[in-house]
């Protein structure tokens, strides 16, 4: 009778082990579609923080629906084993899929007009075109509903199995399968941090849906004669795995194809780093100029064909006002074409802070990670752009947030003449900090007393509000004078920065002094700089009303947010500036 007890409580004991194991694969391969799908609908929305905060929600919901719902399954064996097989199907299908379909949306007025023979300048646009553009994007967000509903119902039935296994009530059973779902999800995202956030979308799908299949392949031989019609669920297995080889061999391709629907221009390059996607677009202008347009998450940096404009006027005004042009910090610019312009000024040291070396490595040779053929061939035209920047010896980039590596420079109570903020626009709660007064003051102890710093200051017309508070944010951190000025770029429209002084003159007022620019510029010249000061005579007729960005306050996160969201639909544009 021991004999027959201690070989039934191994089987109970093997049964088990295989469930909680099934049941953390599981959760894990649920997380990582929910980042997946996160991730897509940023690239399509161009907001990808929001994005991933509204797919959180949403499927969180759906997962409590889909367990409220699991109940009206009479087999749980059956019932489960199904489940995991569909979810694997929308797991490894949902990004292609919504892609495809946006890709044919955004054609629709193409078809149309070929169809029609239509004149090649007739705009089809609005109204039911528009809707169903609109309705295609959002679709990520209607695949994460589906997707949670369908993963809610795994714990449920996941615990009627074990009592039906067991032949009994167990009374820790919640909290035993509750436990493995959380290891698991643990697991999965410690997966996507570290390993997958870097891959191809569509490979990270496929080897996601592979754990996912083989988890479901294991609980189906396993409970073989608990389950109604096991035949079928082999033949749907053995469909699965057809449509995760070819997903395999062209997913890649596929996505590529759709992706140059979304921009304008074919895409020629995509890669994500650990803390973003990055985009590159081309297009020939004339007969042999090739411009570039570079994109992260969805959102526009620079286009080749004017980012001289953005770049003289962030660099020339702050290089030109201060009095030394020794010793210059740049935070941000990545891409290295800032720096190209501060080094025409035959500076000693240049340091440049740039969180994401992944960024940093397509624009140099010296910091490049990857070697293989296509990055290599963008690499060569991008170094032509910014002039191999970061291959000059005087340069120094610090790798890491600007937040806490500027620390760094004030412990080793390091000074410059000159210091340029070129971080993207504060779309993101962690890209506030950056922009707040605390930050600001920071960077003011690292100035010297007649020194200039200038920073980027999104538009100073879709995003008033924002503009004028990066500007008292600014003044309030101590700065003596602080102006603002604007110019235009075609690629991005009116565009702003903010430019300040410690002691003594005004920037504007040391410009008019001047008898030189600089280096020579084929773009900016002293009157240019001068008048970019000008602004509408009633700007800043609500400047006291704007509040300053205090460090924890997210109140120019919240101004830029909502005057993007309202002037030119953040939400449903791709192509947003910086």
Known sequence: MDTVASKNKLHLLAHDTLLISIMAVLAACGLIYEYLLSHYAGRVLGILETAIYTMIGIMIVSMGLGALTAKIFKNPFSSFAWLEAIVALLGMSSVVVIAAIIALTSDLPVIISESYNLPPDTSIEGGFIEQLQEYAKNLPYFAGFLLGF?????????????????????ENNAGTIYGADYIGAGVGAFIWVSFMLTIDITTAAVLTAALNIIAGSA?????????????????????????LIILAQSGQYWMKSFANVL??????????????????????????????????????????????????????????????????????????????????????????????????????????????????????????????????PRVEVIFGDAFIKIEDLLKQKMRFDTIIVDLPDPSHPDLNK????????????????????????????????????????????GFQHVEQYRQNVPSFGEWGWTIATLQGASASKRLEKMNKIGPQNDYISQELMLAAFAMPADYYRELENVDINYLGSGVLYQYHTQAWQKDVGVFSSTALAQ
């Open 150 to 170: 369908l993963i809610g119902m795994e714990i449920p039935l996941i615990a009627r199995v074990r009592e039906q296994v067991y032949g009994k009530h167990l």
């Open 219 to 243: 609980f189906l031989i396993c409970y073989w004669r608990e389950i109604k019609h096991p035949v079928a669920l082999v033949v749907f297995h053995l469909i699965l795995i057809i449509l």
């Open 263 to 392: 921009y304008k221009d074919n895409v020629v390059y995509q890669t994500n780093t650990n803390y973003q996607n990055i985009v590159f677009t081309q297009r020939k202008l004339g007969n042999s100029e090739k411009v570039v347009d570079m994109y992260l998450n969805g959102r526009l940096q620079f286009s080749s064909s004017d980012e001289h404009i953005y770049h003289s006027m962030l660099i020339y005004p702050a290089m030109s006002a201060s009095a030394h042009q020794n010793n210059v910090l740049i935070i941000g610019g990545g891409d290295g074409l800032g720096l190209r312009d501060v080094l025409k000024w035959d500076p000693q040291k240049v340091h440049l802070i740039d969180l994401d070396h992944g960024l940093v490595e397509l624009y140099s040779e010296r910091y490049a990670l990857s070697n293989d053929e296509k990055s290599n061939m963008l690499r060569k035209q991008l170094l032509a752009l910014n002039h191999e920047a970061f291959e000059d």
């Open 434 to 477: 950056l922009y707040s007064d605390y930050f600001y003051a920071r960077l003011r102890q690292l100035l010297n007393a007649d020194g200039v710093i200038a920073i980027q200051s999104t538009s100073p017309f879709h995003a008033q509000h924002a503009f004028i508070s990066i500007g008292k944010t600014v003044k309030h951190a």
